[in-house]
């Protein structure tokens, strides 16, 4: 299947937020959610001129890493999962974040972050480094639920 991406990473787009809100509300989100994750909309992906999947980011510093660090979530319409949809969306969000972490040093994000939810992904997550097509997400912690975290590093990452 062939996909289209946009960046939406704050752009506070009408027209975006409105789809991601729409995409949001048929898989059940509470709005309370849908109002907190829609300023941080960074990509989203089409099927057909169809919102299949997004990603949203909040900036957050990871005392334990050193670093800024851009906390990403995704998440994709249950037609389109096992479609390496979630891939694409992560290696999608790992450019338009880098090169605006790049653009913007004064913001001092070093990479990209995530924790993994799916269930999906549990024969992968034995696996600590996840090369380039996984979008380089490697093991760096646990939550305390027991939920790993990773992270992709940016090229021009420094930790002071």
């Not at 999608?92 to 924790?115: F, Q, R, Y």
């Not at 790993?148 to 590093?153: D, H």
Request: aromatic share 8%; proline share 4%.
């Amino acid at each position: 299947m062939q996909f289209e991406f946009k960046a939406a990473w704050l752009k506070n787009d009408p027209k975006l937020i409105a789809e991601a809100t729409a995409f949001w509300k048929g898989l059940g989100l509470p709005q309370t959610l849908i109002e907190e994750r829609a300023p941080a909309l960074c990509s989203m992906a089409y099927a057909g001129g169809e919102l299949v999947g997004l990603t949203t980011v909040k900036l957050q510093m990871e005392r334990a890493l050193r670093s800024r660090l851009a906390a990403y979530r995704c998440i994709v319409a249950p037609k389109h999962r096992r479609q390496s949809l979630a891939i694409l969306l992560t290696r999608h969000t790992l450019i338009t974040m880098e090169g605006w972490s790049n653009d913007n040093p004064h913001e001092k994000v070093n990479g990209l972050a995530t924790v993994l939810e799916a269930h999906e992904l549990d024969e992968k997550a034995h696996n600590p480094v996840w090369g380039e097509y996984y979008g380089n997400l490697n093991l760096v912690g646990f939550t305390d639920r027991g939920e790993q975290i990773r992270v992709a590093w940016f090229r021009h990452a420094r930790i002071d």
